[in-house]
Structures are given as C-alpha cells and as structure tokens.
C-alpha cells in the first residue's frame, strides 16, 4: 500500500513527460522550428561567407568563411533557445494547460528541467543542422568538442531560460515578439558574428565587450577555430554567472506562482 | 479518528484587483464522503477548488489533504487528487489519448501502468473510437468525457468535479452517476460542484452551500434537503437566488 506521507524523490517519469509534451508540440511544427533558421543560416553561409568572404582574404588566420559560421550558428542556437521556452510557457498559460502542471506532484525544478532540456534538444539540432551546411562550404573545425558542448548548452540554457521569464511575464503575442525585435536580433548583429573587435573603431570597442552576446559568439569560435579574444576563462565564468542568476529568478518565479498561479 | 479526505481552516482568497473570491472558509470533508460544494456563480466554488490544487495560491488559511498540507508539502498532497475542471484546460491539438497519457506521466505512472489504465478508461467513457482524434476536433460531451479521463488516470483517493456535467447529454450523465457511485463505494472521496441540483440529491451524503465566499449552510444530504421543499429551497433560502434562476439552470 502506498504511504502517502512518505516525501516523494524526483519525479523522473513526469519531468520525461514534460519532455515528451514539448517535443511533441516542436514537432507540430518543424518549418517553424528548424526548417526556417536554416534556411536563414544557409543564406547568411551563402551571402556573408561564400559571395561577400571570397573578396575578403583571411581575418584571425582562417578564411572568412570560418569566421562567421561559428556567430551564425552561435546567433541560431540562442534564437531556437528562446522561441522554444517562451513560446511554449506562453502557448501553455494562453490556453490554461499549464494547469495540467501545476495540479500535478512535480517540483519546480522538475518543471525547469524539463522546459530546459528541450530548449537544448531544439537548440542543439538546430546547431548540428548548421554544421552539416557548413561541411558543404568545407568550413567547419572543431578544436575543442567539450568547449563546443560547453557554449551550445550553457548558452541555450541561459536563452531558455530568459524566455521562460518572458512567457511569464507576457500579456500578450505582441509582449512574446518584443525582445526577440529590440534585443536578441540587434544583440546579436553586433555581437561579432561578422567581425573582430579589433576592427572597430577605438571608440566603438566598449560596445562589443559590454554585450554578452560578444562573449558567447567568441567563446563558440574559440572552441571551433581556435580564434578568442577575451582573456581565458572570462566568458565560460560570465555565462555561468548568468545561469546561476537567470535560474534562481526563474525558480523564485515559479514558486511564487508569478504568471503562473491566480 | 480517520484523517479527514480535506480539511480547510479560514480559507482566504484575495485577487489581485482586490476582489475577495473566498472569506473565511472552513470545511472538512471526511475520507469516503462524496461530498456536494454548491452556490450560486461567483460563489466562490472554482476558487476554493484552485486553491486546493495548486491553480491559485490562498491569502491566508491552511488546506490539508489526508493530514498533508497543501502548500507545503504540495508534491504529496497532490499525488492523492484527481481534478476535473470546468474549463477545457488542454493543449487542443493533442489528441484524447495523449493528454490522459501526459496526465499520468506527471503523475509518475510508468509506461505499462499508463497504458492499461487508459485502455480502461476509454472504454469506461467509451473514448476507444475518438482517441487519435485532437481535441479541438471532438464535440463537446466527449471533450467532457476526455476532461473525466484525465482527472481519473491517477486513481485519485480525492476525486474534486467541478461542474463535470455542464452541457453534456443524458447517457453521459448516466455512464459518470454509475461510475462516480462505483469509486466512491470503493472507497474513493468525491467533491462535486453542480449547478443541477437534482445531481448533487441523487449522489451526495454531505452538502455545503457557499454564497459570497462564505459557507451559509452545511449538513448531511438529510438535514438539508429533508425540509418541505426539498434541496431547491433550502438553497434559494441562503442564497437569495429566484427560483426561476435556479430553475433555468
């Protein structure tokens, strides 16, 4: 017979369900999730490597062409992160099946961890997706495959982490799209996927190094080409800080039902 | 003394707005009971269910479910509950089947166990043919059965129905009487919500009666609808509802 008060261990069987839900639901839509940043990533492999790179020598040693790959895989990653944790918080609270949830015997970190390990799924096949173009234009190397695994996970977490935040905190599909249009794609852009920092203007430098999306573009070409220019170690510690930052918010949220609970 | 099936002291609920949903409730509903919670909308009725699942978080006041606090050690008290909501709380692109199965995974049913308790209870509500298809496909009475399915997949020793019936036919009602008598002779404690009247006669031994966030009247299913006039009138009587109200519904 069951003792009801004996306290429960993890749940592994429900944070798997989770898990099974959210590829479920990715999967309804494959264009939307994989298809389209590939295609985006192939015509920035195409445009900004193949056509723009083939009049632009060497940067950092290696063809311009590995240069930018590991930025644009780097730029998908973080974008798959997002969309896939605060599309599907969001989705959940619009419709009230996140109420399936929080009637269950889950803990908050079985629900994170859940979320989570598919925002990294997504993300990481997205990353591969990217890779296998790559391959085509003969411009993928990886020096280091932990650092590699390092900054695909970290950074997917950190992104499935902020959309987690901003699916419960959105009123609206306008609120959901904001940070995506004033601040991932920008962001981004400008964090050097395209370029060294050494070749912006003196004056212009602080705007790299004071984005994070700077350190983790770099620390992803640093494990696939070899090319890093921030002091070792300063961006691995930056996103781990962020991640521990980013997951007690997101826990404090939970447990106090923000978004969540009436 | 058998711990009571739920225990609620000076319940609390506070909307955000300012709008107190729930005053002051106490009510104890023992273990077997298949207990009737009525009033009018508004009442107060969902809120208190939300707050005993987890869907709303209380003010103030203390829930026990079985002796086990149901926001502290919310995990375990919330393995006992089955919830059948009102609303049509799914994902409607996922099919009958899937949402009972995803029910019972977070309630950490393995794979097997899953699969015969659903393979029951699609044939108990008489899903089998319906199963694959979405949700937002079935009409209303079997999105109904397929809300009933889910509540039941983990067996709950505390069943809460709110408003299992609304709109569905007959023979639904007739296969959900006949299975909710068959649990709950078996031990299982029910809560219902209706706003059938004649329902909550016919199925509960225990009833309590909210108006405003309040309970106005408790007692046994005897003490209440015992008087001249039956249920009807000692409802409309504490809730100053019309009887023509009461009647329409």
Known sequence: ?262 | MLTPALKITNLRKVYRRGNVAVDDLSLTVEEGDFFGFLGPNGAGKSTTIHCITGIAEPTSGSIEIFGLDAVKNYREARRLVGLCTQEFNVDPFATGRQIVDWMGGYFGMRAAERKSRIDYLMERFELGPHEKKSFRELSGGLKRRVILARALVNDPKLLILDEPTAGVDVELRRILWRYLQEINGDGRTILLTSHYLEEVERLCRDIAIVNKGKIVRQGTKDEIAGAPGGLEEAYLAVTGAQAEHVAGQ
């Open chain 1, 1 to 262: 017979m069951q003792d009801i008060r004996k306290p429960m261990g993890i749940n592994w069987i429900g944070l798997g369900t989770i898990v099974r839900r959210e590829v479920s639901r990715m999967m309804r839509v494959p264009i939307q999730a994989f298809i389209a940043p590939w295609i985006s990533a192939l015509l920035f492999i195409f445009i900004f490597g193949f056509v723009v790179g083939g009049r632009i020598a060497t940067i950092g040693g290696v063809r311009y062409l590995e240069f930018v790959l590991p930025g644009i895989l780097m730029m998908n990653v973080v974008n798959a992160a997002f969309l896939q944790s605060s599309s599907a918080i969001y989705f959940s609270r619009f419709i009230k099946f996140v109420e399936e949830i929080l009637v269950s015997p889950l803990s908050y970190w079985e629900m994170i961890a859940g979320s989570l390990s598919v925002v990294v799924l997504r993300a990481s096949i997205t990353g591969v997706g990217i890779l296998v173009m790559g391959l085509f234009f003969g411009a993928v190397h990886i020096q280091s495959f932990p650092l590699f695994l390092f900054w695909v996970v970290s950074v997917s977490a950190v992104f499935g982490l902020l959309g987690i935040i901003v699916g419960l905190w959105s009123k609206s599909f306008e609120q959901l799209n904001m940070p995506v249009v004033f601040f991932l794609t920008p962001l981004s852009m400008v964090g050097g996927v395209f370029n060294t920092v050494e070749m912006l203007p003196t004056w212009l430098r602080w705007l790299a190094w004071s984005n994070p999306f700077f350190y983790f573009i770099n620390g992803i070409r640093g494990a696939m080409i070899g090319v890093d220019e921030t002091p070792p170690g300063l961006g691995e510690g930056l996103t781990l800080l962020m991640l521990a930052i980013l997951s007690v918010t997101v826990w404090r949220m939970y447990a106090k039902g923000y978004g969540l609970r009436e």
